[in-house]
């Protein structure tokens, strides 16, 4: 699953590329979270739902240096998530402005790992 963010400029002039992540923490699958790409002042943007395995795949992503981060499910009014601690998802993976997280989307196909610290 994913979403490929809107911005400035013509669509069909922005070069664009597909992206497999792989999230860990302490070397298992992080399998229950959502991961962004936000594109820092540029609008652009792509979200995924990490799998069993830990992973995400992105089509479509605008090529560009991207902020990342790590959050629990969200869930929604129909289908609401338990709540839980999720320790396997450290604090400062969760926000824009504290994640150390960071991408850089090249042509062609990406395949990106983040290994959350505590």
Known sequence: MFLAGCGGGSE???QRADITVTV?????PVTEAELRFMMDGKGEGAMGMLNEAGQT???DVVLGSYIVT???PEGTPDNPIPKKDYPNIPQKY????????????KAGSNELTFDLKD
Do not use: M, N
């Open 70 to 72: 790590v959050t629990p």
């Open 94 to 105: 969760r926000s824009l402005k504290d994640t150390p997280l960071k991408a850089d989307v």
């Open 24 to 28: 860990t923490h302490a070397g298992a």
């Open 12 to 14: 069909e002039q922005k």
């Open 57 to 59: 795949e992105l089509s």
